[in-house]
């Protein structure tokens, strides 16, 4: 199921009912979401997120070699996840959001963890309490998982025309065609732009350009000198 519907049968059970506990939340959608999901509580011990701890209840069944979710979110305080600016810019600023509010959001999340490149669907539901809440269920999607490039690619136009057509799966032979040059010249410049930005391979790199591109890195030759 689509994170949109995952998201609205959580959210329907948080309004359909006074006082849900979190179990009530997120039990009927457990054996319904991929192994792209992550659900779990975040156990609010008062206003100080040093005492806030982190309660998987379905780990995210991706293992990747590039960032190992499962560890870096892992049951304890959530002031142990080992990455401060990620928390302080991604993961408290929506916690508290909710917990002022005391109102369920759902976001998308674009940024850096560990040196990775993530993007997520999130969604976060507080306990429905008068008083702050105790308890906030959140439940992620996975979306994007990338490397980020050595260093931020200059490129000219060729480059560019060469990196789109990499990005829609065209080998260097059929590039050269489109683009009336010699393999040669082709292959030369993808093995310059590969070994720019420290990529290990011709996927490794589309990959990295393509985080480039997101994070706004890549600049034109042109645009440099103007």
């Given at each position: 199921m689509s994170?949109?519907?995952i998201?609205?049968m ?15 939340i997120?039990a ?8 792209r ?5 975040i ?6 997120p040093?005492?806030w701890m ?8 991706i293992v990747?070699?590039?960032?190992n979710?499962?560890a870096?979110f ?28 005391r ?17 997520y669907d999130?969604?976060?539901l507080p306990e ?6 105790s ?14 490039p050595?260093?931020?690619?200059v ?13 829609a ?11 009336h040059l ?18 290990k ?6 990959a990295?350009?393509?985080?480039a591109?997101?994070?706004g ?10």
């Amino acid at each position: 199921m689509s994170f949109n519907t995952i998201s609205r049968m959580m959210l329907d059970n948080w309004l359909s009912q006074s006082d849900p506990s979190p179990e009530q939340i997120y039990a009927s959608i457990l054996d319904r979401v991929s192994i792209r999901w992550q659900i779990a509580i975040i156990r609010l011990g008062g206003k100080d997120p040093a005492d806030w701890m982190f309660e998987p209840v379905k780990q995210m069944g991706i293992v990747s070699r590039l960032l190992n979710i499962n560890a870096i979110f892992k049951s304890g305080p959530v002031a142990d996840i080992p990455d401060g600016k990620y928390l302080e810019e991604t993961v408290l600023p929506r916690y508290r959001s909710v917990i002022q509010s005391r109102q369920p959001a759902i976001d998308r999340v674009d940024a850096r963890l560990l040196g990775i490149k993530v993007i997520y669907d999130r969604i976060v539901l507080p306990e429905k309490s008068e008083n702050d809440p105790s308890w906030l269920v959140t439940g992620c999607f996975g979306r994007f998982l990338s490397p980020l490039p050595d260093s931020n690619p200059v490129v000219d136009d060729l480059d560019q025309s060469i990196f789109l057509h990499l990005t829609a799966g065209h080998p260097a032979k059929e590039i050269a065609t489109i683009l009336h040059l010699s393999p040669r010249t082709v292959e030369h410049r993808i093995d310059r732009m590969r070994r720019h930005m420290g990529a290990k391979n011709t996927a490794h790199l589309v990959a990295l350009l393509m985080t480039a591109g997101f994070e706004g890195e890549i600049r034109f030759r042109a645009d440099r000198q103007a």
